[in-house]
């Protein structure tokens, strides 16, 4: 079984930073895309950002130049930084993983749990 943990949400003023982690354990071979989405309240899920084992990323056009996103392999671990936060920004962000079970070699795809950010005065 695959899991993800997520840290790093919190309460955080107009302008200001955070920095999302999520590790990945479990029974995995190996791990393809990780990404982070996103759900405010009333909303629905949307991406925030992708990367690829081999680095190659993909972001929300409404989070472009603001966020970045990175990632650890030996840790399994993906990040997202995030500056200049908006009110708009404040939404409960979900860490997503896809990859190759191990000894199955099936595929699994895994969300974690979420953790809330909070952008606001």
């Known amino acids: 079984q695959v899991q993800l943990v997520e840290s790093g949400g919190g309460l955080v003023q107009p302008g200001g930073s955070l920095r999302l982690s999520c590790a990945a354990s479990?029974?995995?071979?190996?791990?393809?895309?990780m990404g982070w989405y996103r759900q405010a309240p009333g909303k629905e899920r949307e991406l925030v950002a992708t990367?690829?084992?081999?680095?190659?990323?993909n972001y929300a056009d409404s989070v472009k130049v603001r966020f970045t996103i990175s990632r650890d392999n030996v840790k399994n671990t993906v990040y997202l930084q995030m500056n200049s936060l908006k009110p708009e920004d404040t939404a409960v962000y979900l860490c997503n993983a896809d990859g190759i079970r191990r000894y199955a070699y099936t595929d699994f795809e895994v969300w974690g749990q979420g953790t809330l950010v909070t952008v606001s005065s």
């Open positions: 479990g029974s995995f071979f190996s791990i393809n895309t």
């Open positions: 990367i690829t084992s081999g680095g190659s990323t």
